[in-house]
């Protein structure tokens, strides 16, 4: 059960962030308004949640879920991939600091925490761009002394694993097809999106709802099956930026 999130307030700069994308210069007024709703959602939600300062020295610093990954026993600072990112996880480690004991990943050591993806005791850990193989051997030692299990998965497309992978409750993996034949992701059920749908593969499960971005009809349908609530939420500022609903937030 997640109680706590964090998150960040977009700063005026955003659209000064890093992305592959080629869509319209995103706008500030507009992003604010759904982070704003984002925020109320998990509010709704019975969530507490923490709403940090906008970092302007950090046009990405919103997608906080880069910054750690936090599990019941710890909250782990990472070290993003990206040198532009770097140096936004320390405002972050003060906050968690209240809430859990601290672990770090160092340098040469990179991860993002968009690439960790933790189903019940598991952790797969995506390899990409951003989350290297130390990194991410780092992170393994970690989250096995707390008694987890964990895997390398190689991200070969998308910014990061979650990008293509996410948990929608009861180990099931909504996935893109480009991942569905991975060997380390056999055994779970799959809910394989539709090529013209694969941005909607970021929903976030939070408790019994799960929060996927609007206008993703054939998804949508698909998640139904599940049985759970449905909330879709504007996202068209964060997909802008390379950013989907799980990025936006910590939950823990
Ligand atoms: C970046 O490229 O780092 C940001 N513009 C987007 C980060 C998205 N974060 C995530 O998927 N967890």
């Known amino acids: 059960m997640f109680k706590n999130a964090i998150v960040r307030k977009p700063c005026q700069n955003f659209a000064q962030g890093l992305t592959t994308q080629e869509m319209d210069a995103p706008n500030y007024e507009t992003m604010l308004a759904q982070h704003t709703a984002y925020t109320q959602t998990l509010r709704d939600l019975g969530l507490t949640v923490e709403v940090l300062e906008a970092q302007e020295a950090y046009p990405d610093a919103h997608f906080v879920e880069d910054t750690a990954v936090v599990f019941l026993e710890a909250a782990v600072i990472t070290n993003p991939g990206a040198d532009a990112r770097k140096g936004e996880e320390v405002t972050i480690e003060e906050v968690l600091a209240a ?31 951003r989350t290297n193989e130390a990194g991410a051997d780092q992170l393994g030692a970690i989250v096995e002394k707390y008694g987890y299990t964990w895997t390398k998965v190689p991200v070969a497309a998308g910014l990061h694993f979650k990008s293509s992978v996410n948990h929608v409750g009861n180990n099931s993996l909504l996935i893109t097809d480009t991942f569905k034949d991975r060997a380390e992701l056999a055994g779970y059920p799959l809910i394989v999106l539709d090529t013209d749908e694969e941005y909607a593969g970021n929903t976030l499960l939070i408790n019994e709802t799960l929060i996927m971005p609007q206008g993703y009809p054939k998804t949508r349908a698909k998640l139904e099956t599940l049985g759970l609530a449905i909330i879709e939420l504007e996202t068209s500022e964060t997909q802008k930026m390379d950013g989907g609903l799980t990025c936006l937030s910590l939950r823990f």
């Open 99 to 129: 809430h859990r004991p601290i672990e770090r990943i160092i340098a040469p050591g990179t991860v993002d925490g968009g690439d960790i993806l933790m189903v019940e005791r598991h952790f797969f850990i995506g390899v990409s761009e």
